[in-house]
T-cell receptor
Framework: GIQVEQSPPDLILQEGANSTLRCNFS?????LQWFHQNPWGQLINLFY???GTKQNGRLSATTVATERYSLLYISSSQTTDSGVYFC?????????????FGTGTLLAVQP | DTEVTQTPKHLVMGMTNKKSLKCEQH?????MYWYKQKAKKPPELMFV???????INESVPSRFSPECPNSSLLNLHLHALQPEDSALYLC????????????FGNGTRLTVT
C-alpha cells in the first residue's frame, strides 16, 4: 500500500516563530488532507489539497503532486497550535475515501 | 462544537462484554468511517460506509461489527475484545465524492480489561 512519511517527527517552537511541515507519499494520490489533533484528541480538518496551494489565516498548504509531497506552513505560531499534525492521502486509482494517515509531526509551541 | 457526535466518550469493558459505540452526523454526508488510534500513533482506517453500504473493510477482526442503520447513524458493535483493542475509536463523515474533507467526532476512549 501507499506509504506516507512526515517530517520532522517532533518540533519545538517559540511563540511567534514560523515552521514548515512536510508530507512525502510513495505513490500518486487523488485525495490529500491535513489535520490537526489537539492535546485532547480532537482531529480538525485543516485543508483538502490534492494539488496546488491554499491559505487559511496563518496556515497555508502546498501540494506538488508530480513530486509526491505536500507542505504545511504555520506562521506566527501560537500555543494553541500545539498538537499533532497529520497528512492523510488516498491512492490514485483506488477509493478516494480510503484515506491513509501519515506518521505525524508533534508540535509544541512554547510561550 | 463538533458536528459529528460520538457516544460514549469513555468506555471500560471486560473481555466477555458486548457493547456498542455510536456515531451521529446531520451534515447530509453519505460516507461514514471508523478509525482506530493507539497512543502516539496515527489513526488506522477500519471501515467505510458509502450510501449506507459497507464499501471498505480493512481486514478488521470479526469481534468488531459495524452497522449503518441510516444515513445519519453509524454503530460499532464490540464483542469478546482483547486488552490490545484498547484505543481511541474515531468516527468521521464526508460527502461522497472527490471533494470530500473528512469531519471527525471527538472519539470514544475504550479500555478493555
Amino acid at each position: 500500500g501507499i506509504q506516507v512519511e512526515q517530517s520532522p517527527p517532533d518540533l519545538i517552537l517559540q511563540e511567534g516563530a514560523n515552521s514548515t511541515l512536510r508530507c512525502n507519499f510513495s505513490d500518486s494520490v487523488n485525495n490529500l488532507q491535513w489535520f490537526h489533533q489537539n492535546p485532547w484528541g480532537q482531529l480538525i480538518n485543516l485543508f483538502y489539497i490534492p494539488s496546488g496551494t491554499k491559505q487559511n489565516g496563518r496556515l497555508s498548504a502546498t501540494t506538488v503532486a508530480t513530486e509526491r509531497y505536500s507542505l504545511l506552513y504555520i506562521s506566527s505560531s501560537q500555543t494553541t497550535d500545539s498538537g499533532v499534525y497529520f497528512c492523510a492521502v488516498a491512492n490514485y486509482g483506488g477509493a478516494t475515501n480510503k484515506l491513509i494517515f501519515g506518521t505525524g509531526t508533534l508540535l509544541a509551541v512554547q510561550p | 462544537d463538533t458536528e459529528v457526535t460520538q457516544t460514549p466518550k469513555h468506555l471500560v469493558m471486560g473481555m466477555t462484554n458486548k457493547k456498542s459505540l455510536k456515531c451521529e452526523q446531520h451534515m447530509g454526508h453519505r460516507a461514514m468511517y471508523w478509525y482506530k488510534q493507539k497512543a502516539k500513533k496515527p489513526p488506522e482506517l477500519m471501515f467505510v460506509y458509502s450510501y449506507e453500504k459497507l464499501s471498505i473493510n480493512e481486514s478488521v477482526p470479526s469481534r468488531f461489527s459495524p452497522e449503518c442503520p441510516n444515513s445519519s447513524l453509524l454503530n460499532l458493535h464490540l464483542h469478546a475484545l482483547q486488552p490490545e483493542d484498547s484505543a481511541l475509536y474515531l468516527c468521521a463523515s464526508s460527502q461522497q465524492g472527490r471533494v470530500s474533507p473528512l469531519h471527525f467526532g471527538n472519539g470514544t476512549r475504550l479500555t478493555v480489561t
